[in-house]
DNA sequence: ACTTTGACTTCGG
DNA sequence: TCCGAAGCCAAAG
């Protein structure tokens, strides 16, 4: 699965009212370190669950006017702040780790 | 093939 | 808590 539509696809997987990070979407999508693609994957896509994406803590980092709109979505769906930061205690989403129960034989 | 570009992250001071 | 430097990775130009 090509790096970019794993990360979207990840992203996609964020519930309602919850919130992940750059970094931890890269890992979840199996390229740890790759934070930087999620940006860029955030960016070419449309119609992605996008503010539920922060960045490193719970930070925002939209400047501008993205920045108040990011976090009025959220506040809309229910997630509290604590100062410029989201309350990641209580709001950040966990991805599943491993769930290995699939596994098929590839052929070459 | 090389350089630039990011809504990043982590570590020190 | 804030700032800068260094590390990070893939897509675009």
């Known amino acids: 699965m090509p790096l970019q539509s ?13 919130v992940s990070t750059y970094g931890a979407v890269a890992r979840a999508s199996g390229y740890p370190g790759a934070a ?9 896509s449309v119609n992605l669950p996008w503010q539920r994406v922060l960045g490193a803590g719970g930070a925002i980092k939209l400047r501008g006017e993205s920045g108040f709109e990011q976090r009025f ?30 596994k098929k034989k590839a052929r070459t």
């Not at 696809?9 to 009212?17: F, L, N, Y």
């Not at 930087?36 to 070419?44: G, Y």
């Open 36 to 44: 930087r693609q999620v940006v860029a994957a955030l960016r070419k």
């Open 73 to 102: 979505r959220l506040e809309a769906e229910g997630v509290t702040f604590r100062g410029r930061k989201v309350d990641m205690k209580a709001h950040e989403y966990k991805f599943p780790k491993k769930s290995r129960a699939l």
């Open 6 to 18: 794993s990360i979207i696809a990840t992203i996609r997987r964020i519930p309602r009212g919850k």
